[in-house]
């Protein structure tokens, strides 16, 4: 097979996001499969056809059962809101179809449990979401770390800053009600973090937390679309039912220490997503603002040029770069997706599970609620132990 009919649910943000990343994929990678956006699904039965039309897919609908049924399709992209996740993925496997789903995988533990179970008994492919892995940057901190470049890695600490949300006036959009998003900060940009660091540190061992709603009560939404809202009437108001801001600690079971910190009312960050890892030999810094940078630090230079250096990864010496433009020139934000989509591509031809799959979707969850039951008895809590 060398053309994947999609169909995806879901047509906001996430789905802009997959949908230019699956249209530059032919272009740019021309040796994969290519993708074939035969169907894009959403509840708005007018929106989904302007969304169709403006993305280049050949068809809509608003019956995702019916999507999913389909012979003609051969893989499901989940990026509607985390409540609908489970039901559209288990339904999804059944019908053989593979699966690529935003993440959170879905808003609890089991029900991500669940979804893995369901995809391992279809014996389908299945892949989450966490696009950041594949900033050809992280690729290169996790090739000095994997190669014993930084020595024995002894911290990681990560931080996801936004401030969209510090207007009181902004309205309840659906992220901010657990029932539909399942946890505020802490699942929506926490859980890159903790992707980050299961991917270049290891498993979490213990946890403990602290959460804060800084604005309880907000008013109620006319429109939502993604990360933007507009306000309906004014007297009236919903209570916000998650986090605002998480932060917590982290020991790794091979000893590291790690402390993480996602919030939304970080005034001035528009989108600081960053990690720093210091080891015995070496540290590196990642900005996702600089995405294309990776800042190195090497124990063993000489005195007189001690200090971190900035390594530019677009040059075909670094993961996926060689395939985009010549040397130095930047990529952004929309390639992590078409990178992620390659990686699918390529476990289809090899037979083998994508990375990162609902097996780590489901790593993720249990450290999230780890830290949840951690903030709400306030003391260390073992990942393990959930």
Not at 65 to 94: C, F, M, Q, T, Y
Not at 176 to 200: C, N, R, T, V
Not at 213 to 218: A, G, V
Not at 294 to 303: A, E, G, I, R, S
Request: one cysteine or more; proline letters at 4%; a negative charge.
């Amino acid at each position: 097979m060398t053309r994947l009919n999609i169909g995806m649910v879901g047509y906001k943000f996430m789905g802009k996001a997959h949908s230019n990343g699956y249209r530059a994929l032919p272009m740019f990678f021309p040796d994969r499969k290519k993708p074939d956006m035969k169907v894009i699904c959403g509840r708005n039965t007018e929106a989904v056809a302007a969304a169709a039309t403006q993305f280049g897919w050949e068809e809509h609908t608003s019956d995702w059962k019916e999507l999913v049924s389909r012979d003609d399709i051969d893989l499901i992209d989940i990026n509607a809101p985390s409540n609908a996740h489970k039901e559209i993925a288990i339904a999804a496997a059944g019908a053989g179809k593979h699966l690529y789903c935003e993440k959170p995988l879905a808003l609890s533990l089991k029900d991500s449990r669940d979804m893995l179970e369901a995809a391992e008994k279809a014996g389908v492919k299945h892949m989450v979401g966490f696009n950041y892995r594949f900033a050809p940057a992280v690729l290169l901190a996790k090739k000095l770390i994997d190669d014993g470049r930084l020595g024995d890695i002894h911290h990681f600490r990560a931080w996801f800053l936004q401030d969209w949300l510090v207007d009181p006036d902004f309205p309840l959009a659906w992220r901010l009600q657990k029932e539909i998003a399942g946890s505020g900060a802490h699942g929506d940009l926490g859980a890159h973090l903790i992707d980050m660091a299961h991917f270049l540190i290891g498993d979490i061992a213990d946890v403990i937390g602290m959460s804060e709603t800084f604005i309880k009560e907000r008013p109620l939404p006319e429109e939502t679309a993604g990360l933007s809202a507009t306000s309906g009437q004014a007297a009236k108001t919903g209570p916000v039912t998650v986090d605002d801001a998480t932060l917590f600690m982290a020991r790794f079971t091979n000893c590291a220490l790690g402390s993480f910190e996602a919030t939304r009312f970080a005034t001035g960050h528009r989108s600081t997503n960053s990690f720093e890892i210091n080891g015995s030999k070496g540290s590196v810094i990642f900005d996702f603002e600089r995405m294309n940078e990776l800042q190195v630090y090497f124990t063993d230079d000489k005195d007189d040029v001690q200090g971190f250096r900035r390594v530019l990864a677009t040059d075909p010496a670094h993961a996926y770069s060689g395939a985009w433009w010549p040397a130095g020139h930047p990529i952004g934000y929309e390639h992590t997706f078409t990178h992620a989509f390659v990686e699918f591509m390529d476990a289809l031809q090899e037979d083998r599970q994508p990375v990162p799959n609902f097996n780590d979707g489901v790593k993720c969850q249990q450290v999230l609620e780890a830290v949840e039951l951690s903030v709400k008895e306030r003391k260390w809590i073992t990942v393990s132990s959930l």
